[in-house]
Structures are given as structure tokens and as C-alpha cells.
């Protein structure tokens, strides 16, 4: 029987990423998915700079930059097409290292991410492969399985599973876990369209038609790809919807037929719930297995994929005994009151869109004289893993360019990094300087303007980031700074 460190239920987006971070920890994975390839239609449509930075971890960052298109934001107009909510992201590199926003075609995505774990030795990826039952003891997980190319079963041990298998997910089924609703549930039309010709007037930001009759989004994609999201009536009948003459009804109020051709329509209850329990001693559920969003934020698999970057380096330090099983436990905690802030700024923006709570998201609503200005969000993660001075604790921490013309995450790699002020680390004992080299802690002194100015902002001489790049805790002392290298 195969044995592996970790076997993962799901090669989507979220999958493939857990299994390319956990393989460059050295760690052996099995991947199983039931599907024979790739879906070539489109989903999700937008990620974040937090979650380029993870493909830039696995070395993959110029690779799909390619696919993608950076967004300009997104506008919020009323059904007289005045704009109510301006949420534009600037169109520079932001503090993080990358664009705030970027349009990409999944399909495209995933062939990066599937390439990239075909290369790695340590992973063993099984198409056509559906996981049936999952038996823990004390040492690991059986893993039955079957091979749907000849309905043979088969078997493997792992040390720990990860469910990356989507929202009827076996392995939150076999958790036993319940899921928190947060309340929104509303059936949509969702339309993917190629322009036959370039159409300037749709413009590049994403659109919110807060229409009372009939909310819409709008989206630009990358190349001449765009998505409308269209709200359905509770008298429609989803499966009629998806008609292409009921669906180029609801686009000519956007586009004329001779203006695109579609490449798909489908119908899809939005949801909002958060499973309640993420793990059972040795398995855990991450992405759409974890929790659903609504699409108005674009931040679904964002979220899956944040829960990953997360999980992955725990998970390799409790697999190589660096750390104890309980540094598991910091996952849910972390993880949960994160995603909950986006699922809930998502719903009110939902409430702002059908018109239903227009003041919920807005103050002021749709009558606002002048336009709102939304700034995007950076919850802090939930209570998990703290220490020294935690002003700054949970929060994401930038990647200055260093002086060498470096990025930050290229220098320090997989691992945690100390970020210090030469003169404070002038002042460190040999011993700690030992200890942080022994527990091999990237420390960067740079003198990198952003750098070093991100530290006086802050009135700190240190910082500890962790591999996920949130910050585990700051120093203003020789004994914060032992705090710390003793919780790393």
C-alpha cells in the first residue's frame, strides 16, 4: 500500500497549491481528484496580491503573470447608472509587491499549477481517482479510493488528508462538521461571453448595477473574455435561464448578439456559511470545502487558497516532528475569523446590490449625494500564534524591494524571516543571533528604505514574519526579541 506524508482530496486551484507548497517542504503527497482533466470553462476570475505572492513562494509568479490582466477596481452604480460606490485600486505595484488585483481565465491558472506539480518528484497525482472512505488511527489515515477509469478499489496511508474537494465535500462530511450560515442565498445567472471585436464602452473596472428590478454585475476579463452576473427572479426557472435566447434578453441591455458569442451560462445559488469544525485529529478541509462566499468581493478561491498558504507550512513541521500535532489546532482559529470578515463584507456589498440593505453597506445607501470610496480590506487573522509585542500581530506584512534590487520573499524564501534595524541587531546577544540561525530564520538588515521606514512607522526594531508572510510578533527589546525566536 502507497504511504505518503499528506494526501489531498481535490486538484483544483486550491489543491494544486497546498500540494506545490507542502512538496517544496520536502513532503511526500498524494493527490486524488475524480475528474479526468482540466475544466475548460471559467470560474473564478480574480485574485489577489496576497495570493500572487504565494505563487511567487512556489516560483511560479512569472508564469502567470501572462494570463492575467491587472483590474482597476470596481464601480457600484445605481438604476439610473449613477455611481453610488467607487472602489478603484491604484494601478501601481502595492506594498505587498504586486498589483492589488488581477483578472486571470482559470483554466489557465490551473495548467500552471498542474505543470508545475508534474515536475515535482514527491507528487503523486491520480486522475480519475474518487475518494470513497477515510479511517484514522493514531498514526494516520487509510485512504479508500476509486479508480473511476475501472471501478477498481484501491487503498493508501497518509499521515494527515486535506479535503480541498469543494462545497458537498466528503471530507467536511466525514469531520462531521455543521456550517455556520451567515444568511445570504440567492439563485444567479452566470454568463461567460468572448467579444467578437473590442468593446471600450464596457469599460475595464467591474460594474455593480445595484437595480432593484434586476441586480447585474459586470466583468472584465483577461483578453476579450467578460462575465455578467444577472440576479434571477423568483418566479424564473433556473434550468430555462440558461436558454441562449432567455440569456441574450437579459445582455442586450449591455451588448448586442453580434457583439460576442457565448461560451457558457449556468445558474448558481450564491451562498454564505463557514464549516464549523476545519479539522478531526487528522483531517482538515480547506477552500470551498471550509466555507462559500458570494462572488462580489472575488475573493472564493482567494480565500482557499490563503487557507493553504496557512496550513502548508504547519502541516510540514508537525509531519517533520519540528513541531507538535497541537500546532494544527492555530489553523481554524487563524483561518475562520479571517475569511468570515470577507464572506460578510461580501454580503452586505450583496445587500447593497439588490437594494435590499443599501445602508447596511453603504451609509447613507443608494441616496448618497456623492459617491462612497471603499478601500480593500486586510482582516487580521484570528487568535493562533503570537508573540513579543503584538501591535502587529495577524497582520500581512509588505515586501519592500530590497536594496539590491530584491524582492523580499525571493531573498528569505519558505521559511520565517527576522526583519530588524541594524543598529538593533548590533545589539543582539551572540547567543540569540545563534539561536536564529540554528532555528534557520531568514535575518534581513537591509537597509531598504521601505523596509527600514515600515519599522519606524510602527516604533518597532524587529519584526518575525512567518513562511505564510503574517507577522508573528515585533521587538522593541533584546528580550522581546527572545519572546520571539523562542516561539519560532
Excluded at 11 to 16: C, D, I, L, T, Y
Excluded at 92 to 103: E, I, K, M
Aim: include cysteine.
Amino acid at each position: 500500500m502507497e504511504t505518503v506524508d499528506v494526501a489531498i482530496i481535490g486538484f483544483g486551484p486550491v489543491g494544486a497549491t497546498l500540494a506545490n507548497l507542502l512538496a517544496d517542504c520536502g513532503l511526500s503527497i498524494l493527490v486524488l481528484e475524480r475528474e479526468a482533466g482540466i475544466y475548460p470553462l471559467p470560474r473564478a476570475v480574480h485574485f489577489d496580491d496576497e495570493v500572487m505572492r504565494v505563487f511567487q513562494t512556489l516560483g511560479l509568479a512569472d508564469r502567470m503573470l501572462p494570463h492575467t490582466h491587472v483590474s482597476p477596481g470596481m464601480r457600484f452604480v445605481d438604476a439610473q447608472g449613477r455611481l453610488v460606490l467607487d472602489w478603484s485600486r491604484s494601478p501601481d505595484v502595492g506594498p505587498l509587491g504586486w498589483n492589488v488585483s488581477y483578472r486571470f481565465h482559470q483554466p489557465d491558472l490551473e495548467r500552471v499549477l498542474r505543470d508545475a506539480a508534474g515536475g515535482r518528484a514527491n507528487i503523486d497525482v491520480r486522475l480519475r481517482a474518487e475518494a470513497v472512505a477515510l479511517d484514522q488511527d493514531g498514526e494516520g489515515v487509510t485512504v479508500g479510493f476509486e479508480d473511476l477509469r475501472c471501478g477498481a478499489p484501491r487503498s493508501a496511508r497518509a499521515r494527515y488528508v486535506v479535503g480541498c474537494d469543494g462545497a458537498r465535500s466528503l471530507v467536511r462530511r466525514l469531520i462531521g462538521s455543521a456550517q455556520d450560515d451567515l444568511g445570504f442565498h440567492e439563485p444567479w445567472l452566470v454568463v461567460d461571453a468572448i467579444l467578437e471585436r473590442d468593446l471600450p464602452s464596457l469599460g475595464d473596472h467591474s460594474v455593480q448595477y445595484c437595480d432593484p428590478v434586476r441586480p447585474a454585475t459586470y466583468v472584465r476579463g483577461v483578453g476579450r473574455r467578460r462575465r455578467w452576473e444577472i440576479a434571477l427572479l423568483p418566479t424564473e426557472d433556473p434550468l430555462e435561464m440558461t436558454a441562449p435566447d432567455k440569456v441574450w434578453r437579459l445582455l442586450e441591455r449591455f451588448i448586442a448578439r453580434a457583439d460576442a458569442r457565448l461560451e457558457r451560462a449556468a445558474c448558481y445559488t450564491f451562498h454564505s456559511v463557514i464549516a464549523a469544525r476545519w479539522r478531526d485529529r487528522r483531517l482538515l478541509v480547506a477552500g470551498d470545502a471550509a466555507h462559500q462566499t458570494p462572488p462580489f468581493l472575488g475573493q472564493g478561491m482567494c480565500a482557499g487558497i490563503r487557507d493553504v498558504a496557512n496550513l502548508a507550512w504547519k502541516l510540514a513541521r508537525v509531519v517533520r516532528r519540528e513541531a507538535a500535532d497541537s500546532l494544527l489546532d492555530s489553523y481554524q482559529g487563524e483561518r475562520a475569523p479571517h475569511v468570515r470578515a470577507y464572506i460578510e463584507l461580501a454580503v452586505r456589498l450583496g445587500g447593497l446590490i439588490n437594494t435590499r440593505a443599501a445602508e447596511a453597506a453603504v451609509p447613507g445607501g443608494l441616496s448618497r449625494r456623492e459617491p462612497a470610496r471603499m478601500e480593500t480590506i486586510k482582516p487580521l487573522l484570528g487568535a493562533g500564534l503570537g508573540a513579543g509585542i503584538q501591535d502587529l500581530v495577524g497582520q500581512v506584512a509588505p515586501q519592500p524591494i530590497l536594496a539590491d534590487g530584491t524582492r523580499l520573499d525571493d531573498h528569505v524564501g519558505y521559511r520565517f524571516a527576522a526583519l530588524l534595524d541594524p543598529s538593533f541587531h548590533a545589539s543582539l546577544p551572540d547567543a540569540l543571533l545563534a539561536r536564529l540561525q540554528e532555528k534557520d530564520v531568514a535575518v534581513v538588515t537591509d537597509p531598504a528604505p521601505a523596509l527600514q521606514a515600515w519599522l519606524a512607522t510602527h516604533a518597532v526594531h524587529a519584526v518575525v514574519v512567518r513562511p505564510d508572510r503574517y507577522v508573528l510578533g515585533a521587538a522593541r527589546s533584546v528580550a522581546d526579541m527572545a519572546a520571539l525566536v523562542a516561539a519560532v
